[in-house]
């Protein structure tokens, strides 16, 4: 009788764990309170592993001693009863789906605040990983995808996010098409979907197929440091990467990664047609007149002519450069300022000024009265914030022009 119970449970002093030797360990209602241990490797034999409401607790000895296998067609490893699933939680082992029309996952969760969290997982030659449907979160740590098509899809609403740090990808199967991490019909993320993830991809497959709809927050989607090859070339200009997003979503930080763009928030203006400030009062300001073409937005729009406006929320430091050729009245005296609009308070704020003289300059083919700036200046500025240019005459009301190529520039610093 000690035997069988040793058996079922393992040594004594760890009473609450279930070693798992068949795939028939496995079957029926499976006990939450318990940590399933995979003594070897388990031939599910299509048989597929139910996750109660109460969630279940998969370990092994490691992803070479320790997997759960299958090579039936038409095969589901993990399954949700009528009500959903609890928490997935597992460590030390690999998985191997391998038939046709096979995948790892199709779960969802029972209230909507369940975990889906692995620790150095491999999943290998798999046909695809299936479907995750409304988890809080999801973390991977340590998880390997080698072969196959290990394509997941994450559906419903995730309220905690989903991160995948210190992960590999290697040899997928160049005939296959479907993205590591895709969008379902549902899928949105409140929080954010982080990963640093080393990825050698194959011939077809994207790394993300999500689009901006999918994270309804700003700065959301976070590639930090990643390493993005496809059959082992960098190419950060391959748009089948993130066939539905970029660097430049409002949704995306993007940061020291190789084989992406990465995000740079901020934007600049450039005055590509000459437009005279008309110089109403003496010693007032005027916005400085100009056709003034954006470029470089990311996370910036330009909502009206001159204004630069930060549509996102973080971050919120940011330096503004200004270079500025202003042509006028001989030995006049112009100012120039930077100005602020603070959504919050619904009202302008000086950040920066500078004075300059009008010089007379002789080039050849007659004169020219010009005064050069060339301010910066740092300044916070949060969601709908925005920045212009002004201009005042402090000598009289001689009006002034912007040269082509004056220059504004917003930066995060």
């Not at 449970?9 to 029926?28: A, C, E, M, T």
């Not at 070897?40 to 759960?68: H, Q, R």
């Not at 009500?83 to 391998?98: F, K, P, Q, R």
């Amino acid at each position: 009788m000690g035997a069988l119970i040793e058996k079922a449970y393992g040594p004594k002093h760890l009473k609450n764990r279930i070693i798992v030797s068949s795939f028939r360990d496995l079957q029926g209602l499976l006990d939450s309170t318990k940590m399933y241990f995979l003594d070897g490797i388990i031939d599910m034999k299509g048989v597929s592993i139910e996750i109660p409401a109460g969630g279940l607790t998969l370990s092994g000895y490691s992803f070479d001693n320790s997997k759960l296998i299958d090579n039936t067609s038409d095969y589901v490893m993990f399954t949700s009863p009528v009500g959903g699933s609890g928490d997935l939680l597992g460590m030390d082992y690999a998985i191997e789906v391998t038939g046709a029309n096979s995948q790892v996952y199709d779960i969802f969760s029972v209230t909507g605040f369940e975990a889906f969290e692995f620790s150095r997982i491999n999943y290998n030659d798999c046909t695809s990983l299936g479907k995750i449907t409304n988890y809080r979160q999801g973390l991977e740590l340590g998880t390997g995808r080698f072969g196959g098509s290990p394509s997941l899809e994450l559906d419903g609403v995730w309220v905690g996010g989903y991160r995948i740090t210190t992960s590999i990808v290697r040899g997928l199967d160049n005939t296959k098409s479907a993205p590591l991490f895709k969008a379902g019909p549902t899928f949105s993320m409140a929080s954010r979907f982080l990963t640093d993830i080393n990825a050698d991809l194959g011939t077809l497959a994207p790394l993300l197929d999500f689009t901006p709809a999918n994270f309804p927050n700003a700065s959301t989607l976070q590639l930090n440091g990643c390493i993005i090859t496809r059959n082992t070339v960098v190419d950060p200009g391959d748009t089948t990467i993130l066939p539905n997003i970029d660097n430049t979503a409002l949704a995306s930080v993007f940061r020291d990664n190789i084989g992406v763009n990465n995000t740079f928030e901020g934007g600049e203006l450039r005055s590509t047609v000459e437009v005279t400030t008309v110089i109403n009062t003496i010693d007032v300001y005027e916005d400085l007149a100009a056709t003034w073409t954006a470029s470089s937005l990311q996370h910036f729009d330009s909502p009206a002519n001159g204004h630069i406006r930060h549509i996102g929320d973080s971050p919120r430091d940011y330096s503004v450069a200004v270079d500025l050729s202003v042509s006028g009245t001989a030995a006049e005296v112009v100012e120039v300022r930077i100005t602020k609009w603070d959504d919050s308070a619904s009202s302008f704020v000086p950040v920066s000024t500078q004075q300059r003289q009008m010089n007379a300059l002789l080039p050849i083919g007659g004169g020219r009265d010009v005064a050069f700036f060339n301010l910066s200046a740092n300044t916070t500025l949060d969601t709908n914030d925005f920045v212009k240019i002004e201009v005042r005459n402090k000598t009289s009301t001689n009006d002034v022009l912007a040269e082509l190529d004056s220059l504004v520039a917003v930066e995060t610093r």
